[in-house]
């Protein structure tokens, strides 16, 4: 039987139509059009603390030949344990190192192994729109079809804050079935900044409970929440750990996202299904890479709750940030949603939009034809919201865009400035 080599070659159709993600396409694009300034995706421009890298340093130039070999399969012991340190007394009880948390390549593998691990074909996850553009292709990979639910302003206004951004009850209560296996919630919220409420979070839980649902809680964000609102890890409310997966990031928690050190946490017969996903796809990650990880969460234990720990003075550093960026984007004609954790600002560019001509960009949605444009004509790199957003309901993110404000107080002055500067050329 003659067959085609194109056959053979193709993308299986469980990967979709083979599309570049945003930050593919972004990153290539920064090296075609060089903007001044990139506040695209989320990463600090800046240095991390420094007892971090050097804690790296230390263990890579540690006489202990082993810390250079390969280590514990499911998470490096010292990282494993200082992880259960770090969290047991946040959620009132006692993590198992061993077989309550799993190390993976970043949040993303913590995601994948997630998903995949539990996830069959014709489950269904509910997801929360916008939403972290990975999770419906994970969910996808694995068989299942996502359902979308999303966060709406109540009235779009000048002032608008992240805690606007609401659920409709009814509607999420109707996209829970027999088939749902999985909800994704993701609290602090990227894009919008939305913190999620004790009250929002109990809807959400009662509505797992009684659906019988896993809930998978993205909490990258958890040390980014803006005084005086607190952060609410979901495994705590009752009923919830033994259905809950906590995902959670080292390249977040201290400014290193190169590093790829990620982790979830949950009652052991959970966790057992990512550690075979893990095994059987990379098995381990890098040991002195995890080794300072672990080490640099011991410090900060040992410093905890004074200012300088990082995990506080972080949010009292982003929070400064924020409102300088909110203000030059107020000055600059975007209404902004000023979000209460996170590191991002989404902002409506409607009454701008008609300074730039859109018609040379031929990309699909006006977001992406916007934010390629403003690049090139304002210097600044933004991410178009559409990337958040399921094929269906693009539409809902095409008037937004999303600014990143990790950056050097200098780099958010040079904003204004570049904005001001476009504003003149374009009178
Ligand atoms: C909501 C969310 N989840 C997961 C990740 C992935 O984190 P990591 O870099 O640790 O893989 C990110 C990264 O930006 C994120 O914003």
Not at 181 to 207: C, D, Q, S, W, Y
Request: contains cysteine.
């Amino acid at each position: 039987m003659q067959t085609n080599i194109s056959d053979k070659i193709r993308l299986p159709a469980r990967y979709g139509t083979g599309e570049k993600s945003v930050w593919i396409e972004y990153n290539e694009f920064i090296t075609e059009v060089k903007p001044k300034l990139n506040l695209g995706q989320g990463l600090p421009d800046y240095h991390c603390p420094s007892h971090v890298p050097k804690a790296l340093a230390e263990a890579a130039l540690s006489e202990n030949p082993l810390m250079n070999q390969y280590t514990r399969g499911f998470g490096h012991p010292r990282l494993v344990q200082s992880l259960a340190k770090l969290y047991s007394p946040l959620i009132n009880r006692e993590i198992n190192p061993m077989s309550e948390i799993i190390v993976t390549v970043g949040a993303y593998e913590a995601l994948f192994t997630t998903i995949l691990g539990h996830v069959e074909p014709g489950d269904e996850v509910i997801v929360i729109e916008p939403f972290y553009d990975c999770y419906d292709p994970m969910i996808l990979a694995a068989g299942g079809k996502a359902k979308f639910i999303a966060l709406k302003p109540k009235k779009i206004h000048d002032k608008m804050t992240s805690a606007e951004w609401y659920i409709d009850e009814k509607e999420l209560e109707s996209l829970f079935s027999d088939r749902t296996k999985m909800f994704i919630l993701n609290t602090p919220h990227n894009p919008l900044g939305k913190v999620f409420t004790r009250e929002e979070l109990e809807k959400i839980a009662n509505l797992c409970k009684k659906y019988n649902v896993l809930c998978v809680s993205d909490e990258v964000y958890e040390w980014m929440v803006f005084e005086p609102l607190k952060h609410i890890r979901i495994a705590t409310l009752p009923g919830m750990w033994e259905r809950t997966i906590t995902i959670g990031s080292a390249g977040k928690m201290f400014s290193v996202t190169g590093w790829k050190v990620g982790w979830a946490y949950g009652p052991a017969n959970l966790i057992k299904n990512l550690q075979i996903v893990h095994q059987n796809c990379v098995y381990t990650h890098c040991t002195p890479v995890q080794e300072a990880v672990g080490r640099a969460i011991e410090f900060e234990l040992s410093r905890w709750k004074t200012p300088e720990c990082y995990m506080f003075s972080l949010a009292r550093e982003l929070l400064a940030k924020r409102d300088v960026l909110d203000r030059i984007l107020k000055d600059n004609g975007f209404l902004t949603t000023l979000p209460e954790g996170g590191y991002f600002i989404t902002a409506e560019y409607s009454n701008i939009a008609n300074k730039l001509d859109l018609s040379t960009e031929k990309d699909k949605y006006k977001d992406t034809r916007f934010t390629k444009k403003f690049a090139k004509e304002a210097s600044i790199l933004t991410i178009p919201m559409t990337a958040f957003y399921s094929k269906d309901h693009k539409h809902l993110g095409e008037n937004y865009i999303r600014f990143c404000f990790i950056k050097k107080d200098e780099v958010l002055a040079q904003t204004g400035t570049l904005l001001q500067e476009w504003h003149q050329k374009t009178k």
